[in-house]
């Protein structure tokens, strides 16, 4: 009987006990705290001769990616962060979710943020050129220098707001936007990934799209502005982003940035960007790389913000592994990165989406189909990083609920189409309102009903003393407040979680574009404050 696999000095957290002739057994295998464990890679084990243990061989396997609408494509870390959205107009996604070390809750409290976020990403970046991955070394200097950028030690500290209730602050980057720590390691990334194919074999170079409804384009600006061999194209809707936000952008004049207004809403500008990357000819032309969250990497230098809240809430609480968190949602890349979290084993009771007025993942839960409001209409309001009215990352979401991965490469994932429809099977039923929920802070009344283990609670207009709390001008975090407190009954103890996306003093200047007071189902609005 073989007892465990040990690859370089270390062993590789997979155990083979054999028992019978032909029908090798593997079963999971604890890793010594002192070792390595390479999460991002499998190995498969051949047995032959006579007794299935004479020769024994092992092929490591790094991790691939693959499209959310499926195929044989397999893509490396670098070649799904390069190219970005799939061919055949899918998401990459990883073949397998790995598995923490045994020990993390311990050996990973103390971290700062920036080392957090290599131990993360080492789970899913094989550490070889040769595989597609990047060096240890090479990876933790990337995240070091992504993070130096920040104005703020812990780059996502937690504020306490009320005795249940803390807010993640996403905003000390260079732009004070939450796409912040995503874009500065994605530009970085960008920039690693060419200087070391142009070393081996040429000049190699990337033209960035990206559409924005304000704080994307500016963060993946900032994270990209003048880069060797990168030029940055991102489309806006005109007259729909914040004038701060805006002025980000445009009054970028490095010789590598280009800024596009649309006349239309966010949609459009994805709708090009898609189309765009859909376009083999005009991709293989002009190598096209995404900076949006359909990029895998945003997606995973976002799951490190959730692991140091749980450590951050950890030193103020004791029961920090009931967490719930609301995250106020467009694209659905920040939320996903809190199920990708979860998955990973992050403990936590709730994942909540908040939405404004352009209410689709509010529709789909309660009615099972993924559409767009009648006419397609974008509600333009006081938070346009959420108006969206299709989610791209929800396709992510919906393909790891529906497709088991080891059969992913037998059938694609329907999961969005031209059309933006999906249908709930049986399977998603039973599991999506275990898995997210999401609730509606527009109008004064509103049922939490994709809570299902708690009672269908009205949405309250929260009482005036609240609002003076500076968070409840920030509009993105209002949202996320407000949908916080009537998602948890006065008996429930379990700690809630809000994301921070913009400061609060930001909402003192963003005004109603439509009017200074605006009477909507009862609550008005003054300057931006909820």
Partial sequence: RIRALRCRGGTRGTALAARHRHTPTVVPCQAPATHHVDACVSYHVTLSGPNDLETLRVARTAMKYLSTRGGDERLTFEEA?????????????????????????????????????????????????????????????????????????????????????????????????????????????????????????????????????GDTGSAAIAGLRSKAHIHIFILHPRGRVSPIQEAQMTTILDDNVHNLAVDGTFDDCQDIVKTLFADRAFNDKHHLGAINSINWARILSQITYYFAAYFALRKQTDDADRMQVVVPTGNFGDILAGYYAKRLGLPMSQLVVATNENDILQRFWATGRYEKAQGGHVAATLSPAMDIQVSSNFERLLWHLAHDTSEASDRAADAGDHHHRAEQSEGLRRVLPGEQGADHAEAPVKTASSLPWDPLLPLLALPPASWVHPYYKAHHAALSLMCLSPSRPQSSWRPGLCHSCVPPCLGDGLTDRRGSIKERGGRGRKNGMM
């Fill in 81 to 213: 962060v390069l190219q970005g959205l799939a061919p055949n107009g899918g998401l990459y996604v990883p073949e397998r979710i790995p598995a923490l070390p045994a020990d993390w809750q311990d050996a990973w409290a103390a971290l700062p943020f920036p080392e957090l976020a290599f131990r993360i990403a080492s789970l899913f970046v094989p550490p070889t050129a040769e595989e597609g991955g990047i060096p240890p070394d090479d990876l933790r200097m990337l995240m070091n220098k992504s993070y130096a950028t920040f104005r703020h030690d812990d780059v996502a500290p937690l504020h306490q707001v009320s005795p249940r209730e803390w807010c993640l602050e996403l905003w000390h980057g260079p732009t004070f936007a939450f796409k912040d720590v995503a874009l500065q390691l994605l530009g970085n990334l960008f920039e690693y990934i060419l200087e070391r194919r142009n070393q081996a074999q040429g000049t190699h170079t990337l033209t960035v799209l990206g559409a924005t409804s």
